[in-house]
């Protein structure tokens, strides 16, 4: 079963705007990173936060992580039609790094 | 560098066959973990390899069994396939040592459909 759930499902924007996608876990965790998937093929890896640190940029992209609320949060700037995709978030625990966990997965649309 | 490469992409199998699908992963990776990907389930963790030996299992039945060689390239076997058995199979490679995380990447994963 899956640990996170991703919000929203859906999101549409135009080009040129911040999107903004959620995701809450379960239990404690070790790591969380994202990723990102076009159109049902493989998933390409974004960014990794560990679980001692609050935030974390590269390029437009900025993930915070709260472990209070077990809830982290991918902020995309600027966007760009070739950001569509669906983005996922996935932890792992400690003492099983490779098992990741992966939430259900926020659609993002970005039109011109 | 090369990256995850999995064969076949396209598979179209009759419920009760078995099916064999393979993965390389990136050249010097000794991690490779098997993902199962469904509308309804989403992306579930299937098991992990590392240095031919299964480090983390998830929680499918006994008909998905895996093994990993020498050079690190893996298969993932499912027996007597079952309609529901049909998915997006995706294989990742990492160059994960015990204990540490490193992000994983991803081959194209290879479709599976089970008639």
């Known amino acids: 079963s899956q640990q996170g759930e991703e919000d929203p499902q859906a999101l549409s924007i135009q080009e040129g705007e911040n999107a903004t996608m959620n995701c809450s876990y379960k239990t404690s965790i070790n790591n969380l990173q994202w990723y990102r998937q076009n159109s049902g093929r493989g998933l390409v890896h974004l960014i990794l936060i560990r679980s001692n640190e609050r935030e974390k940029h590269s390029g437009r992209l900025r993930v915070t992580l709260d472990t209070s609320k077990k809830s982290s949060s991918l902020l995309i700037t600027a966007s760009r039609a070739a950001d569509t995709a669906s983005y996922f978030c996935a932890t792992d625990r400690t003492g099983t790094a490779s098992k990741l966990t992966f939430g259900t997965g926020t659609r993002l649309q970005v039109t011109l | 560098k090369a990256g995850v490469t999995q064969t076949p992409r396209y598979l179209i199998k009759t419920r009760g066959q078995q099916v064999t699908l393979s993965c390389s992963p990136i050249?010097?990776?000794?991690?490779v973990s098997w993902y199962q990907q469904t509308p309804g389930q989403g992306l579930q963790f299937l098991f992990e390899y590392f240095s031919e030996t299964q480090r983390n299992k998830g929680n499918f039945p006994g008909r998905f069994s895996g093994r990993q060689f020498s050079n690190s390239r893996s298969e993932m076997n499912v027996s007597t396939l079952e309609l529901g058995d049909s998915a997006l199979y995706l294989c990742?490679?990492?160059?994960?040592?015990?204990?540490?995380?490193?992000?994983?990447?991803f081959g194209p994963g290879t479709r599976l459909t089970v008639t």
């Open positions: 990742a490679s990492s160059g994960l040592l015990a204990g540490q995380s490193y992000e994983q990447y």
């Open positions: 050249s010097g990776h000794r991690s």
